[in-house]
T-cell receptor
């Protein structure tokens, strides 16, 4: 298994509070991603990073921000949590391209409930 | 706009038989496809991939077929085993894109003894 950890693994918070989720990798991979998984939608990309301090938006970025100050850490922040952000959040990493392709490896997930 | 679709939310197969999971895509820029397997309370695990220069890729019991003209791919599992019971996601990306994967909704596969 790729060395990816997520913290916390579970969190319950109230509407309007800020929340930060952390993804930590020990693989020294260049790329890191945040996805959310919801029933009927599969996994949807929130934000991704292609290097330290280099980030870009994904498909469902509204209400989320990210930061990457070190290769190994990628933080996802909900500035003011809403009930629609109740979801399971997955971090993923990918590194060197193999034959010009890219395989992403996923962390164990964080289950976030916004009341 | 669902660019990657898995139209079967669930599939039930008898142990030892073949499981066939299907996936359709609409974006002709996609040229790399992956299948992930997911158990409850765990992250998705990479299973097998295929690039658009191929129409078949095999890894043990798992084979992925790609039909570019139909924008369709399928995952075959032979023989199916109880441990294969999981949710399977197909995903697609453009090789020259920004490393962004687009996932289908997933298919829950149940292998019955």
């Amino acid at each position: 298994d790729a060395g990816i950890t997520q913290s916390p693994r579970h969190k319950v918070t109230e509407t309007g509070t800020p929340v930060t989720l952390r993804c930590h990798q020990t693989e020294n991979h260049r790329y890191m991603y945040w996805y959310r998984q919801d029933p009927g939608h599969g996994l949807r990309l929130i934000h991704y990073s292609y290097g330290v301090k280099d980030t870009d938006k994904g498909e469902v970025s509204d209400g989320y921000s990210v930061s990457r100050s070190k290769t190994e850490d990628f933080l996802l922040t909900l500035e003011s949590a809403t009930s629609s952000q109740t979801s399971v959040y997955f971090c993923a990493i990918s590194g060197l391209k193999e034959r010009g392709t890219d395989t992403q490896y996923f962390g164990p997930g964080t289950r976030l409930t916004v009341l | 706009d669902q660019q990657v679709k898995q139209n079967s939310p669930s599939l039930s197969v008898q142990e030892g038989r073949i499981s066939i999971l299907n996936c359709d895509y609409t974006n002709s820029m996609f040229d790399y496809f992956l299948w992930y397997k997911k158990y409850p309370a765990e992250g998705p695990t990479f299973l097998i991939s295929i690039s658009s220069i191929k129409d078949k890729n095999e890894d043990g019991r798992f084979t992925v077929f790609l039909n570019k003209s139909a924008k369709h791919l399928s995952l075959h599992i032979v023989p199916s085993q109880p441990g294969d019971s999981a949710v399977y996601f197909c995903a697609a990306s453009a090789l020259r894109g920004a490393q962004k994967l687009v996932f289908g909704q997933g298919t829950r596969l149940t292998i019955n003894p």
